[in-house]
Structure formats: C-alpha cells, structure tokens
C-alpha cells in the first residue's frame, strides 16, 4: 500500500497496511529547512523525513470579477534592515475604504511569523458595506479556479496527500473582523450577522464545489477561528457549525471524495456535533490547550471518523530524540487500534523544530505502526 493509499483507507474509514503519519509541516519549517516556503518545498521536507505531505499551502477557490470601485488589493508599505515588513490590504467599495495592516518578520530566527494588527471592518458600517461586497463576490464567481493542485497532484504521485484548504463562513468574517470583535459582534448584531454569515455560506459552497472539481481526494476545512475563540455549544451550533454541515451535504454526494476538518482549542464538547455531521476527519487535539486527550477521543468517536493530531508540538522543538520516540508511541497506543487513525502533530510543525526528532517521529510509526 502507497503512502496515499494508506492516508486515503484511514479517513475513508479503514485500516491501512501501516499507520500513516502526517506532521503538519508548512511553510515556516519548510524555509528553515530549504529557505522557501512553497508547497514544492513542503513536499521535499516531507520525503526528507519519511512522511506524507497533508496540510500543505494548497487551495482551490473560484474566479471572479467586482464591478467598477469594488475589490481588494494588498500593498506592501514598509521593509527596514531588520527584515520586518507591513503590508496593508485594503477592501474598496464605492462609498468607503477599509484597512487593515499585518507585520512580518519581528522574529529574525523565524521570519514568516506575522501578526494582524489591523482589521479592516471596525464598527457595523463597515460590514453593511462588506455584506455589498459579499453579494457582489458571489455574483461575480466563475469557474473553479484550481491553482496548481494538478501539479502537486503530479509531483506527488503516490508519495503524498496534496490536500486542500477550504474556508469557511465563520473563517472568512473573521479574517476581516478579528476573533474576539467577531464573537461580540454575534451578540450585538445578530440579525445583520445573520445576512453576512448567508452570504458568506453560499460563497462557501461555491468554493467546496472547486474542491470537488479538483484532482485531489481529500480537503479540510478551517474551523479553528471558531473553535478557538471559545464560543461555547450553543453559540458554535448556532455561528459555526452550519458551516460544516453545508460542506458535508455537498462532499456526501461525491464519493472518492473526503473532507476533514482543523480544529484548536477546547473541543470536547463540540466533537458530538461535528462527528454527527459526518466528517471523515478531526484534527488536531492539541495536548496543552485542547480538553480531550486522543485516548479519549478515540474511546468516544473512533469507529465514526478518523482521528489525527495530538503528538506535542513542543517535543519536536525542545525535546530529545528519546523523548519524540516516546511520544510517538503514546500517541500510536492511543490512536492507532482499528485504523482511523493519522499520526499528526497537535499543531503546524514549529520552526524550530529539530529535524532528527521529527524523523524519529516517523521512524516509530514503520518499526511499531503496523496492523
């Protein structure tokens, strides 16, 4: 069984030959390691420590065009010597123009860091102004737009899983509002969010529909904003979780089709619903911020999705090789029972992970990862 065949049985809901493992490596480990940050060197970090390229910055999404005075543009406004630079992205409609500015490069021995540090929806205006453009967007879609998933799909081959990234509604408010303004938001003016979360949900589909229309087998969708930013039960099932049921209603359709999703934080109350809606995959129960350890969520879930996630991220960077042989093992002691089950980190691979230890990881899984 290839690497893809063995990443394909897990979410499919099977047992592979051997446990797959999957490290959430991108593009931060990647330039470390190589000094770019594409998917290509993503791949080449993967074959270099024997694991399967999943999670990767690949995307599908559609074309599209905005009348005349609507858009969005991104400019680069300043770089000193240090290598910090601040780039302003800008959404335009005819009446108001709305900044927001991120940073990159404050962490010289890990320079894609970046931070926001300016949204650009402040108050209800502006999200009057950005539903317009949100209605606009979704009239003006066309054909998918598939970047260059055919080439990684070929690049690859059987070597790795060149799985998409999907955002969602609650995702794509967010990224312009900002986590926790968004959640007040929700409170304040639910029925205006209400508008922008329809029209945000059918931008959504349009865009799983592209994942559909791809070459690949597998996508997962970002709900991390949501189950980050502590929504509690009752206000995911309201906000986020239409989100995951409109994916699935169109990826159960398609078999051969898989979708997954990303998660951080406190899960555990929100796993019942999420498995409910039938997605193939859960990741990634985090050990430190998460509630619900893999062993728990194996016991409760395991014969309904494929679990992956929960191997400390920390290990990889502050730990020995002994100590990243140890944790692999834990993890394949509660994860790996009946198949369903990827080895992946609780997290994105830090950039200052130490290479030996993250080859140990996947060296455990082929000596003791067999069924």
């Known amino acids: 069984m290839t690497t893809k065949q063995g990443f394909i049985a897990a979410v499919s809901g099977g047992q592979p030959e051997v446990v797959p493992v999957a490290p959430l490596i991108h593009c931060r480990y990647a330039h470390q390691v190589l000094g770019r940050s594409d998917w290509r060197a993503v791949f080449e970090v993967h074959r270099q420590v024997g694991s399967c390229y999943h999670r990767g910055p690949l995307g599908v999404g559609r074309h599209g065009t905005l009348p005349d005075g609507w858009g969005r543009e991104t400019v680069a406004r300043h770089s000193d010597d240090t290598g910090r630079t601040e780039t302003e992205w800008i959404i335009r409609t005819p009446d108001r123009v709305m900044t927001g500015r991120d940073v990159v490069g404050m962490i010289p021995h890990d320079p894609l860091v970046g931070k926001t540090v300016e949204y650009p929806i402040k108050d209800v205006d502006d999200w009057r102004a950005y539903l317009k453009l949100l209605e606009l967007t979704l009239e003006g879609l066309g054909e998918p737009a598939l970047g260059e998933v055919q080439a990684a799909v070929d690049l690859m081959g059987e070597e790795g899983m060149p799985s998409v990234g999907l955002g969602p509604a609650y995702t794509t408010l967010g990224a312009v509002r900002g986590m926790q303004e968004l959640v007040v938001d929700l409170i304040d003016y639910p029925d205006l969010m209400r508008e922008l979360f329809a029209v945000a949900r059918e931008i959504e589909r349009k865009h799983v529909e592209a994942f559909i229309a791809a070459p690949t087998e597998v996508a997962w969708l970002d709900i991390c904003w949501a189950t980050g930013s502590e929504l509690g039960p009752d206000r995911f099932e309201e906000w986020a979780l239409p989100d995951v049921v409109a994916a699935m209603e169109i990826v159960r359709q398609h ?50 999705t494929c679990l992956m996630g929960n191997f400390n991220c920390l290990v990889l960077a502050y730990g020995t090789v002994e100590d990243a042989r140890a944790e692999a093992r834990r993890c394949l002691r509660e994860g790996m029972e009946g198949g369903r089950y990827v080895m992946v980190t609780a997290d994105e691979v830090p950039a200052d992970t130490r290479f030996d230890n993250l080859k140990a990881m996947a060296d455990v899984v082929r000596e003791e990862g067999r069924y």
Do not use: W
């Open 255 to 304: 078999p051969g089709k898989y979708l997954g999703l990303y998660t951080l934080g406190r899960i555990g109350k929100l796993c019942p619903m999420l498995v409910d809606a039938g997605v193939h995959f859960i990741e990634t129960f985090e050990p430190n911020q998460g509630d619900l350890s893999l062993g728990d969520a194996k016991r409760l879930y395991g014969d309904r």
